[in-house]
């Protein structure tokens, strides 16, 4: 490894070169642009119980909710951040694609990822474009964007907002817990 280049908690490498290439190449692998970042300006739990009800207003189901934060704390004693996935979807939507296509399964339902910010909550979604760059079928990614619409139309309902390019970087929190879980793996926890 060259001795410019360090690695960021995030096995992000660092260095003046690729410091630019993150700022002025979209779609580069150190500019990660397959997800819709947005905020909401309220604490997670309070944030959390909005979206949860906006998204059955607008005829969305949660098919699964993973709290990720406890999950993490039980199996390897790391305290994160409250965070949690939820699994979002349409029955109407899947079936179509379902029918149309087996792999459809491997999509729905769509990830929705909440994660505390201090006092607001970060919310981050499957960015649309990835569909179509990545190649899926039209029977599949139509539904799939009929359903995210959907996700994004409850969450605007609700007063969220799209995120600054400060959010993309870890928070200060994030290099606190990377520290706490470099020494356990050093001590051999």
């Not at 002025?24 to 604490?43: K, R, W």
């Not at 979206?51 to 999950?71: C, M, N, Q, T, Y």
């Not at 996700?151 to 969220?160: N, T, V």
Request: glycine content about 6%; charged content about 20%.
């Amino acid at each position: 490894m060259p001795e410019n280049l360090q690695i960021q908690y995030q096995n992000t490498p660092i260095s003046d070169l690729a410091s630019e290439l993150h700022t002025f190449i979209p779609g580069t692998p150190m500019n990660f642009e397959c997800c819709n970042t947005l905020v909401l300006d309220q604490p997670y739990d309070q944030a959390r119980r909005r979206i949860l009800a906006a998204l059955k207003e607008h005829g969305l189901r949660v098919e699964f909710d993973f709290d990720v934060a406890s999950g993490i704390r039980r199996s390897s004693g790391v305290k994160l951040a409250k965070s949690s996935v939820l699994g979002v979807g349409c029955p109407y939507q899947f079936l179509e694609a379902f029918v149309a296509d087996g792999a459809a399964a491997v999509f729905f339902p769509l990830h929705v990822a909440i994660a505390e910010h201090g006092q607001q909550t970060l919310v981050r979604t499957l960015a649309p474009q990835v569909l179509r760059s990545a190649g899926v079928a039209p029977a599949i990614a139509i539904p799939i964007h009929r359903t995210w619409r959907r996700i994004r139309e409850s969450l605007d309902a609700i007063g969220i907002r799209a995120s600054s390019r400060a959010y993309d970087d870890p928070s200060h929190l994030d290099h606190e817990v990377a520290e706490e879980v470099l020494h356990a793996e050093v001590k051999g926890l």
